[in-house]
């Protein structure tokens, strides 16, 4: 069985944004926020422990991507959040702790400067605040996935963006998972994400976000560089970063356990 279907039936839509709310009882709400090509399904593994905890999960479909349609616009970092804080207004979320994982990761530095008061505290994974501008490994990779998007098609990008994320002989189940999800999205939207991504620099408003705030950093990650994270980690003014071995730029599923003691360690600091 597919490790995601459990919350098939679960799915809500607000203002065009498809959402997994699978414990809308709880009142401390977190708000999840995928990466590039995946939906709120990433989550699998963190909302049975976040609802155990006392937590009310809400991770929407990032627009374009997943069951969210996309809006008329042409999709930016900045755009996608300005849709969220609406989002969460017409939900009534009042106050709300923020994770985002890669290009979730940028969109919600975005989101915690627009809602900067009613963000408790921000965890970013596997993430940056700009991508360097000199022609770096994390440069050349998206340039690829850029060029075999265009050139090949989404499903050949797809196949290699699994094979980067998910290269042992054990996690086939999860390259095809990758495969799929990213053939959900819209390939204008892909497309119009990695050159957002490509050009967002949250360097100078990064010390505007001083609610508590946590870098998540897995040491083996050839998506984004550790050092790249370190330097994200570096501009925030109430940030620690926690590294995690033997994991890569997917760590909520391939050191799901480790992650999940970090992230709820974090949380339920005063």
């Known amino acids: 069985m597919k490790p995601y279907l459990n919350y098939t039936g679960l799915w809500k839509e607000r203002l065009g944004i498809a959402y997994l709310d699978p414990a809308p009882d709880r009142q401390r709400v977190i708000v999840l926020l995928h990466g590039l090509g995946a939906d709120a399904e990433s989550w699998v593994f963190q909302y049975p422990v976040l609802i155990a905890a006392g937590f009310r999960p809400l ?3 990032l627009p374009g991507f997943g069951r969210s349609a996309a809006y008329a616009q042409r999709w930016s970092v900045k ?7 609406a989002w969460l207004a017409a939900l009534g ?3 709300f702790s923020l994770v985002g994982h890669s290009m979730g990761g940028a969109v ?6 627009i809602c900067a008061e009613r963000v408790e505290k921000l965890v970013l994974v596997n993430t940056f605040a700009h991508l360097r501008i000199r022609f770096s490994g994390e440069t050349r990779y998206l340039t690829r996935r850029f060029v075999t998007l265009n050139f090949r098609g989404l499903d050949q990008q797809a196949a290699q963006v699994a094979e980067r994320v998910f290269p042992r002989e054990d996690q086939t189940i999860w390259r095809e998972l990758v495969v799929e999800k990213i053939l959900q999205a819209s390939p204008r939207v892909y497309r119009q994400a990695m050159l957002s991504l490509a050009v967002f620099d949250a360097r100078r408003k990064a010390k505007k976000l001083s ?5 998540v950093t897995s040491e083996e990650d050839t998506t984004i560089a550790p ?20 994991s890569g730029h997917a760590v909520l599923i391939d050191q799901a356990e480790e992650f999940n003691r ?4 974090f949380l339920r600091e005063r």
């Open 59 to 61: 991770a929407p479909d």
């Open 227 to 246: 050092s790249i994270q370190t330097e994200l980690a570096s501009r925030l003014p109430n940030a620690r970063q926690v590294r995690i071995e033997q």
């Open 108 to 113: 919600a530095q975005e989101l915690a400067l």
């Open 79 to 85: 755009r996608t959040a300005e849709k969220l804080a």
């Open 211 to 215: 609610m508590p705030a946590l870098v």
């Open 262 to 265: 970090t992230l709820l360690t």
């Open 93 to 95: 979320v009042e106050r």
